[in-house]
């Protein structure tokens, strides 16, 4: 067997579904106000995960754009997804939080739940030590792109107390409905934002479109915003308008 051949469509890959900022173009920050009352300021975390084949470090300039005063007390994390053999890349070790069984991901693509499952174990502990830090969960928010999408989803409908919310960029519902069963009355009052590009070739937008609807039926809140000319990444306009959609969720330490 010729290898060779597999090699184009494993780089073609890496480029458009591992990183989560080709577009995104660092904002000058500007030099907003103080707040009057600093005490009320909030303490806030923000867990991002990136997507298959990226790193938490390359998407650290994000927090760069979240300028607002009302971030001064935010802690945020960007860890790394373990490497291992992903099915869709050939079996190919990459940073993967959970194993791909086919590309591009459509509505009806194969789910392998019990692999996700184990990194969803892995962000609950994330979030539990930041918690018993003395983060109030309810300035918990968990985002991320693409698989890290996924797994922000699925994180988010599973842990057990009310989060801030959850943020899911060109994502996709990485699970059947039967783990619904699993999830607790304060879970699903955790808000969901979701956005995904029209253009997106990687995690098609019907995969994204599908996620409101079921989440609607799991009785919770989804605010689900298209991007028509968006393909596979992440721009600013969806980052900007994460700040004020989490913004107006902060609730101050009084």
Same mark, same amino acid.
């Given at each position: 067997?010729?290898?060779?051949?597999?090699?184009?469509?494993?780089?073609?890959?890496?480029?458009?579904?591992?990183?989560?900022?080709?577009?995104?173009?660092?904002? %000058?920050?500007?030099?907003?106000?103080?707040? *009057? =009352?600093?005490? $009320? @300021?909030?303490?806030?975390? /923000?867990?991002?995960?990136?997507?298959?084949?990226?790193?938490?470090?390359?998407?650290?300039?994000?927090?760069?754009?979240?300028?607002?005063?009302?971030?001064?007390?935010?802690?945020?994390?960007?860890?790394?997804?373990?490497?291992?053999?992903?099915?869709?890349?050939?079996?190919?070790?990459?940073?993967?939080?959970?194993?791909?069984?086919?590309?591009?991901?459509?509505?009806?693509?194969?789910?392998? %739940?019990?692999?996700?499952?184990?990194?969803? *174990? =892995?962000?609950? $502990? @994330?979030?539990?030590?930041? /918690?018993?830090?003395?983060?109030?969960?309810?300035?918990?928010?968990?985002?991320?792109?693409?698989?890290?999408?996924?797994?922000?989803?699925?994180?988010?409908?599973?842990?057990?107390?009310?989060?801030?919310?959850?943020?899911?960029?060109?994502?996709?519902?990485?699970?059947?409905?039967?783990?619904?069963?699993?999830?607790?009355?304060?879970?699903?009052?955790?808000?969901?934002?979701?956005?995904?590009?029209?253009?997106?070739?990687?995690?098609?937008?019907?995969?994204?479109? $599908?996620?409101?609807?079921?989440?609607?039926?799991?009785?919770?809140?989804?605010?689900?915003?298209?991007?028509?000319?968006?393909?596979?990444?992440?721009?600013?306009?969806?980052?900007?308008?994460?700040?004020?959609?989490?913004?107006?969720?902060?609730?101050?330490?009084?």
């Amino acid at each position: 067997m010729k290898l060779v051949p597999l090699l184009k469509p494993f780089l073609v890959l890496l480029i458009t579904f591992g990183f989560t900022i080709f577009f995104v173009r660092l904002i %000058e920050p500007t030099n907003p106000s103080p707040p *009057k =009352n600093s005490e $009320a @300021m909030a303490r806030s975390f /923000i867990l991002w995960l990136h997507g298959l084949g990226d790193s938490g470090p390359a998407n650290e300039p994000i927090k760069g754009l979240f300028t607002s005063p009302q971030f001064k007390n935010t802690k945020w994390s960007f860890p790394s997804a373990p490497s291992k053999p992903v099915t869709c890349n050939y079996g190919s070790v990459m940073p993967s939080w959970f194993d791909i069984h086919e590309l591009p991901v459509s509505d009806s693509s194969p789910k392998d %739940e019990s692999d996700l499952l184990k990194a969803v *174990k =892995n962000v609950h $502990a @994330m979030i539990d030590k930041e /918690i018993e830090a003395g983060t109030n969960p309810n300035n918990v928010y968990v985002c991320g792109f693409s698989q890290g999408g996924a797994l922000t989803l699925a994180s988010v409908l599973l842990y057990p107390k009310t989060l801030g919310g959850g943020a899911v960029f060109s994502g996709w519902v990485p699970f059947n409905s039967s783990i619904l069963e699993q999830q607790t009355p304060e879970a699903k009052k955790t808000p969901i934002l979701w956005s995904h590009g029209m253009a997106d070739k990687t995690v098609l937008f019907e995969a994204g479109q $599908a996620g409101p609807p079921f989440l609607e039926r799991a009785g919770m809140t989804c605010e689900f915003k298209a991007y028509p000319r968006l393909a596979h990444s992440i721009n600013n306009e969806e980052l900007k308008n994460l700040e004020s959609w989490i913004k107006t969720r902060l609730q101050s330490n009084s």
